[in-house]
């Protein structure tokens, strides 16, 4: 079965996403571990929204891209 049949298409991604803009390095007792913190809450309610926020609103609106 194909992607497609189950609903799993890709949605366009005419500004070039990439899910590493998204994503916050935080240093963990094992090192830096990565995570997709993005869209920030506090950027998206003052309305100072940054490309970073925007890669993150993107991933979220397409979580199979």
Known sequence: ???VQLGLG???NPDGFELA???TEYET???P???PDR??????VSGSVERPDLAGL???????A
Do not use: I, K, T
């Not at 993107?58 to 199979?64: A, K, M, T």
């Open 1 to 3: 079965m194909h992607d």
């Open 10 to 12: 890709r949605a366009l």
């Open 21 to 23: 803009e998204a994503m």
């Open 29 to 31: 007792q094992r090192g």
């Open 33 to 35: 571990v990565p995570y």
């Open 39 to 44: 869209p920030s809450l506090s950027a998206l």
């Open 58 to 64: 993107w991933f979220v609106q397409n979580p199979h």
